[in-house]
């Protein structure tokens, strides 16, 4: 028994935690929720109710949030009028708030139009809430809105009534009313008189705030005659713009319809225009260097337009010269025509010749055929031709006549014929010396296979330099201290005769030789 009844004093504890915590959670959702359930009321002073009674809407941008809840008199002989706020997220009056009692039907209800702060920057830290009034005094708890932050509207009702008398009796009306009630309080007077209508104290805050910016004001002034001057200068031609735009809108009136599709269209144009736009951008910064080099070369550019009318005249004269030659040269031209259809044609025939021919040019610059050949004609050259002391001579001599080949029967009018000599001595039938000079009697002897001595022997005697060279000046016998050009040191080849042989025999080898 004594554990069931722990176990059930256990689960009532639990329980009441639960539902205090969950009281608990209420009444945060509710503050959350933007206020409580706490009454606000405002008392707010009026100088006159304005037929205002209790049970009147409370509204707040056409809004209700609560109902008037008294309207009780004040010492100070004003109204006392009790908004019950009831709507949550409207129980934050501020220092700067304002009420106005105004018509809500033509039967003289009436409403309190309110404003709980008034409209600020963004970021701006808000005003402080109303005062609570004390204990002790009316209206304690109370948040008090004084009576400069309350407006009391001449109703339409009441002007209309004034109206239906005579403007002397409205006159005498008023001057009774005020003589008695308002005896000695001009200042009351002034304040109720500007409470009364809102219009009047927002012009005060304007005037206020303009003569807080008198130095701007004056400023602007003066910059204003600064900028209307040049106006007033063309005030005809500033005149003619409006009388034109005039013109302008009734145009656009008389095409409503195109416009309205245009300004449909203009935010699809938009869309587009931007990306455009951005391309834009992209080509102006690739574009910059060059217009920077375009700057640069700017004065050139000038100087070559400076120039080129001076030019233009020089080239006409070359143009009109050329157009007299083109007139000359039409006709030949125009006769090289066919010449220019052989040429295609034979241009078409030669083009397997030159492709071969092109192949053969590049087989021999690969191949140094170009260099073989020139070898060729130097070293063919070097063999047909010698060089000693006394100049250049022939290592061989052509024989130009119509008996050029070996022939077993000879033509008639050739008896030359080639044969070969037997053993070392050579044929003497085949050289005849009256007609054949010394050495090359010698030298075709030794080329038909003789000895050099063989050919001394056979053709004996000694002949002048002079006369061997078909040419004439000092005799001189041809010995054999004869030296080669180029000495010892220049490789060349030398020859020593036998002891039987004189000495043209080592001269003769040496020409036979090159040296």
């Known amino acids: 028994m004594r554990k069931e009844s722990d176990g059930r004093r256990s689960l009532a504890a639990g329980l009441g935690g639960a539902v205090v915590v969950a009281c608990l959670a209420i009444v945060l959702l509710a503050v959350a929720a933007g206020g409580s359930n706490r009454p606000y009321t405002v008392r707010a002073i009026f100088d006159d109710a304005a037929n205002a009674i209790a049970g009147e809407n409370i509204k707040i941008d056409g809004v209700k949030v609560g109902t008037v809840q008294s309207v009780t008199p004040t010492p100070q002989a004003r109204a006392a009028v009790v908004l019950d706020i009831e709507s949550p997220g409207f129980k934050d009056f501020r220092a700067d708030a304002s009420c106005t009692i105004r018509p809500q039907a033509l039967l003289g209800e009436k409403y309190v139009d309110c404003l709980p702060t008034q409209p600020r920057v963004e970021g701006t830290p808000p005003p402080p809430p109303l005062k609570t009034i004390p204990r002790g005094q009316e209206g304690a708890g109370q948040k008090l809105l004084p009576v400069e932050n ?37 200042r009351d007077l002034r304040a109720v008189i500007r409470r009364a209508n809102p219009a009047l104290q927002e012009l005060d805050k304007v005037l206020a705030i303009l003569a807080s910016e008198n130095h701007v004001l004056a400023k602007l002034a003066v910059d204003s005659d600064i900028a209307l001057k040049p106006l007033a200068k063309v005030r005809k031609q500033f005149a003619e713009y409006f009388a034109q735009s005039s013109t302008v809108s009734e145009a656009s009136a008389r095409h409503l319809t ?60 070359y143009f009109k010269s050329l157009g007299k030659s083109g007139r000359l040269s039409g006709p030949a031209l125009v006769a090289v025509e066919p010449l220019l259809s052989h040429l ?14 092109s192949s053969l040019f590049n087989s021999l610059r690969s191949t140094g055929g170009l260099e073989r050949i020139l070898d060729f004609i130097f070293l063919g050259a070097g063999s047909a031709n010698g060089y000693d002391s006394l100049g250049h001579f022939l290592r061989t001599e052509g024989l130009a006549t119509i008996c050029q080949t070996y022939a077993l029967n000879p033509s008639s009018g050739c008896s030359a014929k080639l044969a070969s000599s037997s053993g ?17 009697a010698r030298t075709l002897a030794v080329l038909k296979g003789a000895t050099p001595a063989q050919a001394l022997s056979r053709y004996p005697g000694a002949e002048r330099v002079a006369s061997a060279l078909g040419g004439s000046g000092a005799a001189s016998e041809v010995g054999a201290s004869t030296q080669p050009v180029g000495g010892a040191s220049a490789g060349t080849t030398y020859y020593t005769p036998a002891a039987e042989g004189s000495s043209a025999g080592g001269m003769l080898l040496n020409y036979l030789l090159g040296n």
């Open 344 to 357: 295609h044609s034979l241009g078409g025939a030669a083009l397997p010749f030159s492709k071969n021919f």
């Open 424 to 440: 070392s001595t050579a044929s003497a039938s085949a050289i005849n010396p009256s007609s054949t000079s010394l050495i090359m």
């Open 150 to 186: 309350t407006h009391s509207p001449v109703d339409p009702d009441l002007l209309n009534d004034i109206n239906r008398l005579p403007e002397r009796q409205r006159l005498t009306i008023i001057l009774n009313e005020l003589g008695v009630g308002l005896a000695g309080r001009g």
């Open 258 to 317: 195109a416009l309205e599709r245009n300004l449909i269209l203009f935010p699809p144009f938009l869309e587009q225009l931007g990306p455009a736009l951005e391309r834009l951008a992209r080509l102006a910064d690739q574009t910059t260097p060059v217009f920077t080099d375009l700057g640069t070369a700017a004065p050139a550019i000038n100087q070559a337009f400076t120039q080129l009318p001076a030019f233009s005249s020089s080239s006409t004269v």
